[in-house]
């Protein structure tokens, strides 16, 4: 943690699969804090679509395969959760989360600061990636497949979070 030249972490947020809950507990243990997992943090649910390699779903569903490419917000995966509501479910639990994480030890770290960490799967971190910097819905696919390395974000309480599909909104501070 240290060699990241940020505060300690006071949590460690996942979601409740086995892969993020051990992620989260190697950096949990590198900052000598707990882990969090939190229901709503889960990654999208794929339904039909769910283990399906790349070109299983191309085969099997080549026009959906290519508009969830295209822009994900216009495509819900057959008996899978449509984008929106993804989008309603993660945010506004992660937001919550993390201020309630960070509130747990009066919200001070080293210097003042508090420090937050994130683990969440591919799609769910893509989402959050393009929410904070400004990106739009149809970006997604290639943040995912850009398998971006560990990020600072400095957030505030009280901006908002919304991903519009179609138009950039304002980025974040980015630390």
């Not at 993020?20 to 229901?39: C, G, K, Q």
């Not at 295209?70 to 201020?99: H, M, N, W």
């Not at 991903?163 to 974040?172: D, I, M, N």
Request: glycine share 12%; net charge negative.
């Amino acid at each position: 943690m240290a060699g990241l030249g940020q505060p300690p972490l006071v949590g460690v947020l996942c979601g409740p699969d086995e892969a993020s809950v051990a992620t989260a507990e190697l950096l949990a243990a590198a900052s000598d804090t707990r882990v969090i997992p939190v229901d709503d943090l889960a990654e999208v649910n794929f339904g039909l679509w769910e283990g399906m390699l790349r070109t299983e779903l191309e085969g099997r569903f080549c026009r959906a395969g290519r508009q969830w490419d295209e822009d994900p917000s216009c495509v819900t995966p057959p008996e899978g959760e449509c984008f929106d509501a993804f989008a309603d479910r993660l945010l506004p639990a992660l937001k919550k989360a993390i201020g309630k994480a960070a509130g747990r030890r009066g919200g001070e770290g080293m210097g003042g600061r508090s420090g937050v960490g994130v683990v969440l799967r591919p799609v769910a971190d893509a989402l959050v990636r393009c929410v904070l910097t400004g990106r739009m819905s149809r970006e997604l696919c290639s943040v995912v497949a850009s398998k971006p390395a560990p990020q600072w974000f400095e957030i505030q309480s009280d901006e908002a979070w919304e991903l519009k599909v179609g138009s950039a909104r304002p980025a974040a501070s980015v630390a």
